[in-house]
């Protein structure tokens, strides 16, 4: 199915704020202004994208510690996902979280994680919740190449199997987990675990927009069938080191720079699309634009927002309700 | 009142609030038993037959039997939790979650924190605990102090049978993660359990008895030892108050204290290890908060730190019996300083 | 590779005595004088002897909770493994463990296992072991079907590739975790799974012990020269109820006459070896003889032994030393 | 003496150690890091750079990364010191020690006692604990109660350059399980450290100062803010003793009480949570043992029972400081009956 006009641009304004806000992210963390550590998107914009194009209200994603591509294509919005990160009052989590935690249950954003392989036994039961109480959503679990060799993920696929889940398992396969590649880490072949299960599971070019969500269409019509769960095992790219501090010396520098000219999905989805002459290079332009507006507003916001004063909020939020002492 | 069995209670709780809320869900390993062989469904009704009857009644949808995958489905719970269901998920001995620790200590128990309060993870992770079964090193943990160390769980552990039916309504219909821990050697007990359901509040000990002498705080399968023990001492003049605090976490310091205030002489008494246990954080708060009042030693029934053993002579020499409570409770109320 | 006529007798042994202790122990459990549960192996005796036969001195294994029958084809004594059993002074494990705790690190025995997938990540251990300290020993993971679902069961495979370790995983499919049937709790297929980590893998008839032992025999050889793990998935049959305690009403008895009347791995044996004339039938009866007299003894002798002193060993063999208290 | 981080201090500890037995082996995620890159081999040596220049000295037979997936090689690790190697694992952040516990807690820590004192477990299983790096509730709990909680452990938290090694020396060639938790906040810390291979004795706290008005014992990254507060408390007349126990388990009860009575006032420092954690535990043994010899309430300074938060603000807030401690003190100091 060929994707709009409206569907592309949308697309596009997706991947570039999520770049854009990764590029400030980083500049931040540069001038110390990133009080933990943040581990950024950039690279990987078309999954995220293709990927929650496909979904509709209700539905929901479990995410990872790379989590704000996921955050922004899920909508939500920038300003507190910065606040959230220089670690203020306004943030998504009101400061309490970081950009390890970023959550919002009513965008179906079931919360960036700080443990690898996390997620997958999350989004079986938001997806047995939909299935109970027969909503139709469906659940998509976002997780790297390193966390298929966690023990989470082979129980996950095989309970959603069992339980026949509307579940999606979205491999990003950035090549690497921490400083570990996947060529040492991944014995075998993703899409052969997840066949293993008798799950449908194919193999998808993270770097092309379009085959994303076309995949992840097909994936989640399935699901929201009745028909189950499945896995793409998607090949990205991870453009920064690891987090905010890693200096990144496992990769050439000549390997980087080839990676960033060439295996930028940006770049390539704004060569498919005006080369084909679905969208023009000004409306992506303006778009540009647009989105450093937004982003140079969430800087200014976030920076300027007061700190969570303890006296008032270190203790809230534990429990919605405690008869003891916190 | 009608009696029933610690089992009978729980199983009537659980077919009371499935019944009101369609949203509450059950599921763990055998939850039903016998899926895909030709013989009995629901054979089991979980491994100590809690859940049986269930699936009879509310169907496969919301009655679930797993893999043995315990961290798929403890972190199922609580996703399955923070969209909308309060599942009551079981792990059939509380030892197995060293494979599952992560889901409820770094998942259920931290969301509502992490996320700035937006998370509500209404779940209730049932598994039974305890020594007695001769069930050796792996099957017999204690391991409530493990959940009571961390924020965000609150933690439940019934002594009686009208307890264990009013705490589990309340963990069911409670908005925060709850661990509740049934001793596997409390199943065939009885005692009166009303027929209608009813709340037993957390953070509420109940005054088992009163007495001026000593003030004994006991936990789970322990508060009829403890029962025991103050016959016992009666016998000899000495009469004990007994608190049972019924959860850990929260826990009902103001009872603890004011009785600690009262007798002035306090023994706490607990069948989990005794490092980091819940005697030693009943002791901490009393020897720090009701300081002033205490004329003895705060003193400590526990096993000792070894893993639970096999062999029947030593597993009754490892839990702490009515002996070892009422001579301890016999310290504590003669010492004079 | 055909067995030898004292490669068969010996099998025959090992097999029969497994049978006929596991009798024993449910007698014993049937009398009340098993302390705690006890999962028993009868049904499944020609996978543990297969598999056994294949390995040397020097080589491991690790267990489950259905731990007898590696035990004995392990070499363990059966006398003070009923004592154990029995929860006596004289026991394997000085009445300490039990049933499900059985070990002997002597004869490579890494204990059974009361925790579902707790073996396989020790088996990496051993193997690694093996393979630093240039022992060519391997090491043999027994689980069973449930197990396969343990996420510590996908780590291993993984790790074991990784790594290149000297590692035979055997599962042991009887059908049946307690009360949940594997073809409820095992989506997909097994023998895919293993191939899904690049892992060699075969499908094995457990009621067969040649079969078992070929198939082994090959797999350990790889290992042992270097070419890393392999599984093998073994159909076989549970006999008894999950444990002493099950009444084991979700298999109908009709269901469960013809299991013992046709798929009994010592008949198959017998019937497999007097028929092609390798062992005559009267030299299988005094084998029989001989383990029911072994076993007399292994009963009278565990009865009369004495309980642990609590006095003397409750607080012993925690440490191997600890300036603290116990 | 020679200066060096806490960093530098275990790192040379591995060196040795390393050298001196061949049998030690260490692995864990991104150990070398750069595996399978086309940039520099042992990129990371740990993400805390702990196990820097290893792979070059002892080769990729000994130095070993692992995948993702802890459960599996940490009970890789119990396997390997069964079958007589002594493997030093690690988890980079002890809070993923949820996914991982049972080969901790119901293996390795039980193997000894389960097979009736036939196993020996050799291995020391590190990893970073602790709040102040803004890395919120996943990545900041301190957790050695869990640890200590369960029988067949030993754990060992370090304060300083020089225990750091000596302990992790001991930990190594010790026969039984160890728990080595770093301070991720301590890494760069400097002080003295002799060259030489050392051990530092479990079970022996190390008194930091004496004094005669008040015991503060303390533990980790708390033992240099117990000596803030106790130059503050000298300027104002009171003086403080400062024990660091260095292990939690074996604890060194008899050094403790000892002071205790001389001091007849406690107050227990602890950066983990307060429910069944080690202040608790300390004050606990306190109050049974010392009782007769206490002048004042046994204090206790945790944080608060609330996951750790990321905000900078909160999280200064959560941790125990040194005017929370001083004023503890001061308290305790000052108490009259
Ligand atoms: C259980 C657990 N183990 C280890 C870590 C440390 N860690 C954080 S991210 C990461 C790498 C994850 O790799 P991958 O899944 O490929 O995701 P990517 O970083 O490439 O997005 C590791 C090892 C963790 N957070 N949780
Ligand atoms: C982690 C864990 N979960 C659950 C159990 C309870 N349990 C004991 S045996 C068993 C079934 C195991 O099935 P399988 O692996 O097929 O072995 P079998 O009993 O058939 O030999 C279960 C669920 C356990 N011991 N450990
Ligand atoms: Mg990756
Ligand atoms: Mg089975």
């Given at each position: ?326 | ?103 409820v200590?770094?998942?259920a128990a ?37 959940f009571t160390?961390i924020p965000g769980l609150k933690v ?20 925060d993660p709850v661990i ?69 976490s ?88």
């Amino acid at each position: 199915m060929q994707l709009s006009r409206d569907d592309l641009l949308a697309a596009y304004r997706t991947m570039r704020t999520i770049r854009e806000f990764e590029s400030r992210v980083h500049a931040e963390a540069q001038a110390g202004r990133v009080p933990g550590s943040t581990h950024l998107y950039a690279g990987q914009e078309a999954v995220a994208t293709g990927v929650c194009m496909a979904l509709r209200e209700g539905d929901t994603i479990a995410s990872t510690h790379r989590g704000h591509g996921h955050c922004i294509a899920m909508g939500l919005d920038v300003g507190p996902m910065m606040a959230e990160i220089l670690g203020k009052a306004t943030g998504t989590c009101k400061g309490k979280g970081g950009s390890m935690h970023i959550a919002d249950l009513e965008k179906g954003m079931l919360g960036a994680n700080g443990i690898v392989g996390g997620g997958p036994p999350l989004v079986c039961g938001a997806a047995l919740a939909a299935k109970t109480l027969g909503t139709g959503a469906v659940s998509v679990c976002f997780s790297g190449d390193g966390a298929v060799n966690q023990g989470t993920t082979a129980e996950s696929l095989n309970l959603s199997m069992v339980w026949t889940l509307p579940v999606i398992f979205v491999v990003e396969d950035n090549g690497w987990g921490e400083a570990t590649s996947a060529e040492f880490a991944v014995a075998g072949d993703i899409v052969e675990r997840a066949r293993g299960y008798g799950m449908p599971a194919v193999r998808v070019d993270g770097l092309s927009l379009t085959e994303v969500h076309e995949a992840a269409r097909e994936a989640v019509g399935r699901a929201r069938e009745g028909g189950g769960p499945s896995l793409l095992h998607v090949k990205t790219e991870r453009f920064f080191g690891h987090f905010n501090g890693d200096v990144d010396t496992y990769r050439s520098e000549a390997w980087k720079a080839e990676q960033r000219a060439n295996r930028d999905c940006i770049l390539r989805f704004r060569a498919m699309a005006t080369e084909a002459g679905l969208v023009a290079a000004e409306d992506l332009d303006s778009i540009d634009r647009e989105v450093a507006a937004l982003l140079d507003e969430a800087v200014r916001a976030a920076r300027a927002a007061p700190e969570p004063d303890p006296a008032r909020v270190l203790t809230t939020d534990v429990y919605v309700s405690y008869e003891g002492r916190l | 009142m009608p009696q029933k069995t610690f089992r009978a209670a729980l199983n009537e709780a659980l077919h009371q609030e499935m019944a009101a809320d369609p949203r509450v869900v059950i599921f763990g390993e055998d939850i039903t038993g016998g899926v895909g062989g030709d013989g009995e469904a629901d054979a089991w009704g979980g491994a100590f037959g809690v859940s049986k009857g269930l699936l009879a009644k509310f169907g496969p949808e919301r009655v679930l039997d797993t893999p043995i995958s315990e961290s798929a489905f403890v972190g199922a719970a609580a996703g399955a939790a923070l969209m909308g269901l309060r599942p009551v998920v079981e792990i059939m001995f509380v030892d197995f979650i060293g494979v599952c620790l992560d889901q409820v200590m770094n998942q259920a128990a931290k969301f509502r924190y992490m996320f700035g309060g937006k998370a509500r993870t209404p779940m209730v992770l049932r598994a039974t605990f305890g020594a007695g079964a001769r069930s050796a090193s792996q099957h017999s943990q204690a391991l409530y102090p493990i959940f009571t160390h961390i924020p965000g769980l609150k933690v439940v552990v019934p002594s009686n049978p009208a307890d264990a039916k009013g705490l589990l309504i309340q963990a069911i219909r409670d908005d925060d993660p709850v661990i509740f821990l049934e001793h596997k050697m409390l199943y065939d007990t009885v005692g009166e359990v009303p027929d209608k359901p009813y709340v037993t509040p957390f953070g509420e000990a109940r005054v088992v008895r009163e007495g001026d002498d000593v003030t004994i705080v006991a936990l789970g399968r322990m508060v009829g030892r403890a029962e025991e023990a103050a016959r016992t001492l009666a016998a000899e003049g000495i009469q004990a108050t007994i608190l049972d605090p019924r959860t850990t976490s929260p826990l009902d310091a103001d009872t603890i204290l004011e009785f600690a205030e009262e007798t002035g002489r306090v023994v706490v008494v607990d069948e989990a290890n005794p490092r980091c246990g819940m005697a030693a954080d009943i002791a901490a708060l009393v020897a720090e908060e009701a300081f002033g009042a205490l004329k003895a030693p705060i003193l400590k029934v526990t096993p000792p730190h070894t893993p639970v053993p096999y062999a029947p002579s030593l597993e009754d020499a490892y839990l702490p019996d009515a002996a070892r409570i009422a001579e301890a409770a016999r310290r504590a109320a003669r010492y004079q300083a």
